[in-house]
Protein backbone atom coordinates (compact mmCIF):
# COMPACT_ATOMS: atom_id res chain seq x y z
CA UNK A 1 0.00 0.00 0.00
CA UNK A 2 1.13 3.60 -0.92
CA UNK A 3 2.01 5.73 2.12
CA UNK A 4 2.72 9.81 2.56
CA UNK A 5 4.58 10.83 5.07
CA UNK A 6 5.16 14.79 6.30
CA UNK A 7 7.38 14.48 9.48
CA UNK A 8 7.32 18.31 9.82
CA UNK A 9 4.06 18.68 11.96
CA UNK A 10 5.15 22.78 11.82
CA UNK A 11 6.80 24.88 10.26
CA UNK A 12 7.70 29.07 10.08
CA UNK A 13 9.43 31.12 8.17
CA UNK A 14 9.93 34.97 8.33
CA UNK A 15 7.97 36.48 5.47
CA UNK A 16 10.39 37.25 2.52
CA UNK A 17 12.35 34.21 3.02
CA UNK A 18 12.40 30.52 1.58
CA UNK A 19 11.03 27.38 3.69
CA UNK A 20 11.34 24.28 2.83
CA UNK A 21 8.30 21.49 3.60
CA UNK A 22 9.33 17.42 3.15
CA UNK A 23 7.50 15.15 2.22
CA UNK A 24 8.53 11.18 1.46
CA UNK A 25 6.07 8.72 0.18
CA UNK A 26 6.67 4.77 -0.55
CA UNK A 27 5.15 3.25 -3.79
CA UNK A 28 6.23 -0.05 -5.67
CA UNK A 29 4.62 1.68 -9.03
CA UNK A 30 6.79 3.09 -11.46
CA UNK A 31 4.67 5.82 -13.05
CA UNK A 32 2.41 7.92 -10.48
CA UNK A 33 1.84 11.79 -9.61
CA UNK A 34 2.52 13.56 -6.68
CA UNK A 35 0.55 16.81 -5.64
CA UNK A 36 0.85 19.76 -2.62
CA UNK A 37 -2.25 20.77 -1.73
CA UNK A 38 -2.79 23.68 0.56
CA UNK A 39 -5.30 24.72 2.87
CA UNK A 40 -5.55 28.44 4.90
CA UNK A 41 -7.86 28.37 8.00
CA UNK A 42 -11.16 28.36 6.88
CA UNK A 43 -10.36 28.06 2.84
CA UNK A 44 -10.85 25.41 0.78
CA UNK A 45 -8.16 22.74 -0.73
CA UNK A 46 -6.15 24.08 -3.91
CA UNK A 47 -3.63 22.57 -5.73
CA UNK A 48 -0.27 24.19 -5.14
CA UNK A 49 1.59 21.70 -8.00
CA UNK A 50 1.75 18.46 -9.71
CA UNK A 51 5.03 16.37 -10.33
CA UNK A 52 4.56 13.47 -12.60
CA UNK A 53 6.79 10.50 -12.19
CA UNK A 54 7.91 10.18 -15.25
CA UNK A 55 9.12 13.56 -16.08
CA UNK A 56 12.66 14.50 -14.33
CA UNK A 57 12.34 17.90 -14.53
CA UNK A 58 11.18 19.43 -11.32
CA UNK A 59 7.93 21.65 -11.63
CA UNK A 60 7.83 24.89 -10.92
CA UNK A 61 4.77 27.45 -10.48
CA UNK A 62 5.84 30.96 -9.82
CA UNK A 63 7.36 31.24 -6.27
CA UNK A 64 6.44 26.82 -5.34
CA UNK A 65 9.04 24.50 -6.54
CA UNK A 66 9.68 21.11 -5.36
CA UNK A 67 12.90 19.02 -5.25
CA UNK A 68 11.51 15.56 -6.47
CA UNK A 69 13.88 12.67 -5.97
CA UNK A 70 12.44 9.42 -7.61
CA UNK A 71 15.24 7.14 -5.96
CA UNK A 72 15.28 8.19 -2.83
CA UNK A 73 10.77 8.89 -3.04
CA UNK A 74 11.66 12.07 -1.57
CA UNK A 75 8.88 15.24 -2.83
CA UNK A 76 9.82 18.26 -1.17
CA UNK A 77 8.28 21.78 -1.68
CA UNK A 78 10.15 25.18 -1.22
CA UNK A 79 8.26 28.28 -0.88
CA UNK A 80 10.05 31.19 -2.06
CA UNK A 81 9.46 34.91 -0.63
CA UNK A 82 7.41 33.57 1.77
CA UNK A 83 4.33 35.79 2.14
CA UNK A 84 1.72 36.53 4.25
CA UNK A 85 -0.69 34.50 2.54
CA UNK A 86 0.99 31.45 2.14
CA UNK A 87 0.25 30.64 5.99
CA UNK A 88 -1.87 27.10 5.69
CA UNK A 89 -1.78 23.62 6.13
CA UNK A 90 -0.15 22.17 3.26
CA UNK A 91 -0.64 18.55 2.39
CA UNK A 92 1.74 16.34 0.21
CA UNK A 93 -0.37 13.78 -1.97
CA UNK A 94 0.29 10.54 -4.42
CA UNK A 95 -1.88 9.35 -6.62
CA UNK A 96 -1.67 5.99 -9.30
CA UNK A 97 -3.11 8.09 -11.78
CA UNK A 98 -4.67 11.46 -12.27
CA UNK A 99 -7.85 12.24 -10.11
CA UNK A 100 -9.72 9.13 -10.89
CA UNK A 101 -7.57 7.41 -8.70
CA UNK A 102 -7.36 7.61 -5.09
CA UNK A 103 -5.57 10.47 -3.73
CA UNK A 104 -3.01 9.31 -0.79
CA UNK A 105 -2.67 12.04 1.67
CA UNK A 106 0.09 13.04 4.03
CA UNK A 107 -0.75 14.21 8.41
CA UNK A 108 0.09 18.17 6.69
CA UNK A 109 2.40 20.51 7.60
CA UNK A 110 1.27 23.63 9.20
CA UNK A 111 2.99 26.56 8.22
CA UNK A 112 3.16 29.67 9.86
CA UNK A 113 4.66 32.99 8.35
CA UNK A 114 6.31 35.34 10.66
CA UNK A 115 5.87 39.17 9.83
CA UNK B 1 -13.74 30.37 -4.80
CA UNK B 2 -13.67 26.55 -6.73
CA UNK B 3 -16.48 25.77 -7.62
CA UNK B 4 -17.67 22.94 -5.16
CA UNK B 5 -19.94 24.08 -2.56
CA UNK B 6 -21.35 22.11 0.75
CA UNK B 7 -24.09 22.76 3.45
CA UNK B 8 -24.11 22.91 6.11
CA UNK B 9 -20.88 24.45 6.82
CA UNK B 10 -21.12 23.27 10.62
CA UNK B 11 -23.42 20.42 12.43
CA UNK B 12 -23.29 19.14 15.66
CA UNK B 13 -25.34 16.38 16.25
CA UNK B 14 -26.43 13.20 19.04
CA UNK B 15 -25.54 10.03 18.54
CA UNK B 16 -29.41 8.93 17.78
CA UNK B 17 -29.98 11.74 15.02
CA UNK B 18 -30.03 11.54 11.12
CA UNK B 19 -29.00 13.89 9.17
CA UNK B 20 -27.34 14.50 5.47
CA UNK B 21 -24.63 16.21 4.12
CA UNK B 22 -24.58 18.17 0.70
CA UNK B 23 -22.53 19.01 -1.76
CA UNK B 24 -22.85 20.41 -4.90
CA UNK B 25 -20.32 21.32 -8.33
CA UNK B 26 -20.21 23.69 -10.85
CA UNK B 27 -17.96 22.85 -12.86
CA UNK B 28 -19.09 19.90 -15.56
CA UNK B 29 -17.58 17.31 -13.33
CA UNK B 30 -18.68 13.85 -13.53
CA UNK B 31 -16.79 12.03 -10.65
CA UNK B 32 -17.27 13.33 -7.12
CA UNK B 33 -15.66 12.04 -3.62
CA UNK B 34 -15.86 12.13 -0.12
CA UNK B 35 -12.72 12.22 2.23
CA UNK B 36 -12.78 12.46 6.22
CA UNK B 37 -10.36 14.73 7.58
CA UNK B 38 -9.55 14.22 11.55
CA UNK B 39 -6.88 16.03 13.56
CA UNK B 40 -3.41 15.02 12.91
CA UNK B 41 -4.25 11.92 10.76
CA UNK B 42 -3.94 11.97 6.70
CA UNK B 43 -7.64 12.90 4.93
CA UNK B 44 -8.99 9.44 4.49
CA UNK B 45 -11.22 8.88 1.20
CA UNK B 46 -14.54 7.45 1.97
CA UNK B 47 -16.12 7.14 -1.46
CA UNK B 48 -15.88 8.00 -5.20
CA UNK B 49 -18.70 8.28 -7.59
CA UNK B 50 -18.02 8.33 -11.66
CA UNK B 51 -20.92 8.82 -13.73
CA UNK B 52 -23.32 8.40 -10.30
CA UNK B 53 -21.95 4.92 -9.64
CA UNK B 54 -20.00 4.20 -6.93
CA UNK B 55 -16.60 2.73 -7.38
CA UNK B 56 -15.02 3.17 -4.66
CA UNK B 57 -15.94 2.00 -1.09
CA UNK B 58 -12.89 2.48 1.53
CA UNK B 59 -14.40 0.44 3.91
CA UNK B 60 -16.31 2.89 5.57
CA UNK B 61 -18.94 1.81 8.62
CA UNK B 62 -22.65 1.61 7.16
CA UNK B 63 -23.48 4.50 9.39
CA UNK B 64 -22.22 6.32 6.75
CA UNK B 65 -24.82 6.44 3.11
CA UNK B 66 -23.36 8.19 0.32
CA UNK B 67 -26.05 9.08 -2.51
CA UNK B 68 -25.27 10.50 -5.71
CA UNK B 69 -28.58 11.65 -7.86
CA UNK B 70 -26.33 13.33 -10.83
CA UNK B 71 -23.18 14.36 -11.80
CA UNK B 72 -23.80 17.69 -9.86
CA UNK B 73 -24.58 16.52 -6.24
CA UNK B 74 -23.58 14.34 -3.71
CA UNK B 75 -25.13 13.71 -0.37
CA UNK B 76 -23.84 11.92 2.53
CA UNK B 77 -26.41 10.31 4.94
CA UNK B 78 -25.60 10.01 8.69
CA UNK B 79 -27.00 8.19 11.00
CA UNK B 80 -26.43 6.54 14.53
CA UNK B 81 -23.52 8.18 14.30
CA UNK B 82 -20.69 7.82 17.24
CA UNK B 83 -18.50 10.61 18.48
CA UNK B 84 -15.17 9.52 16.64
CA UNK B 85 -17.33 10.33 13.47
CA UNK B 86 -16.35 13.91 14.85
CA UNK B 87 -14.36 15.43 11.81
CA UNK B 88 -14.56 17.75 8.81
CA UNK B 89 -15.90 15.92 5.98
CA UNK B 90 -14.54 17.40 2.46
CA UNK B 91 -16.26 16.95 -1.07
CA UNK B 92 -13.94 16.99 -4.25
CA UNK B 93 -14.86 16.84 -7.92
CA UNK B 94 -12.96 16.12 -11.12
CA UNK B 95 -13.71 15.68 -14.37
CA UNK B 96 -14.10 11.14 -14.82
CA UNK B 97 -11.75 8.26 -15.46
CA UNK B 98 -9.53 8.75 -19.13
CA UNK B 99 -5.68 9.19 -20.07
CA UNK B 100 -5.69 12.77 -18.98
CA UNK B 101 -4.94 14.81 -16.32
CA UNK B 102 -8.21 15.58 -14.02
CA UNK B 103 -7.72 17.35 -11.13
CA UNK B 104 -9.82 17.28 -7.61
CA UNK B 105 -11.30 20.47 -6.20
CA UNK B 106 -12.40 20.43 -2.75
CA UNK B 107 -15.31 22.19 -1.38
CA UNK B 108 -15.07 24.15 1.99
CA UNK B 109 -16.15 21.06 4.01
CA UNK B 110 -18.77 20.28 6.30
CA UNK B 111 -17.55 20.68 10.34
CA UNK B 112 -18.90 17.74 12.07
CA UNK B 113 -19.35 16.91 15.65
CA UNK B 114 -21.10 13.81 17.18
CA UNK B 115 -22.31 14.60 20.57
Known amino acids: AQTVTQSQPEMSVQEAETVTLSCTYDTSESDYYLFWYKQPPSRQMILVIR??????QNATENRFSVNFQKAAKSFSLKISDSQLGDAAMYFCAYSRDFGNEKLTFGTGTRLTIIP | ETGVTQTPRHLVMGMTNKKSLKCEQHLGHNAMYWYKQSAKKPLELMFV???????ENNSVPSRFSPECPNSSHLFLHLHTLQPEDSALYLCASSRAAGGTYNEQFFGPGTRLTVL
Open chain 2, 49 to 55: YNFKEQT
Open chain 1, 51 to 56: QEAYKQ
